[in-house]
């Protein structure tokens, strides 16, 4: 996709209100639709031929990794530095690195990050 296009995209979900942006990534048709996620935040939500299933969330698949997106949570706070009297910040790395998981989500809060995750795994992209 050019530019131009992924602008049109950007400014086509731009309001709750309009309608879905169709891609065709790879062969699959990608549903864009932005959607509000709460009360003061919206999300874009992604549907992969249609529809969204819970499997591929939960289980390692090819959608999940080509099209949703993936947060690093640690299980490790800061009230457990410091009762541990953990205090330098290499520390914290570590065990934040050793006690971490990810969490794959259908939505994106960023159109930036979402569009430059699209381009790095996928070949081709374009307006459906």
Not at 84 to 112: G, I
Request: charged residues 35%; proline residues 2%.
């Amino acid at each position: 996709m050019t530019a131009e296009e992924w602008k049109k995209v950007d400014e086509a979900l731009a309001s709750v209100w309009s309608p879905c942006v169709h891609l065709k990534i790879d062969g699959y048709k990608v549903s864009l639709n932005l959607t509000q996620k709460s009360r003061f935040q919206n999300a874009i939500l992604v549907y992969v031929n249609d529809e969204l299933r819970g499997k591929w969330l939960a289980e390692d698949c090819e959608i999940r990794r080509r099209f949703y997106c993936c947060k690093k949570r640690s299980v490790v706070t800061e009230k457990d530095f410091k009762e541990y009297k953990v205090r330098s910040k290499k520390a914290k790395q570590e065990l934040k690195d050793k006690f971490s998981y990810d969490v794959y989500t259908p939505y994106w809060t960023n159109f930036e990050s979402m569009k430059k995750h699209f381009i790095a795994n996928n070949e081709s992209i374009e307006l459906y």
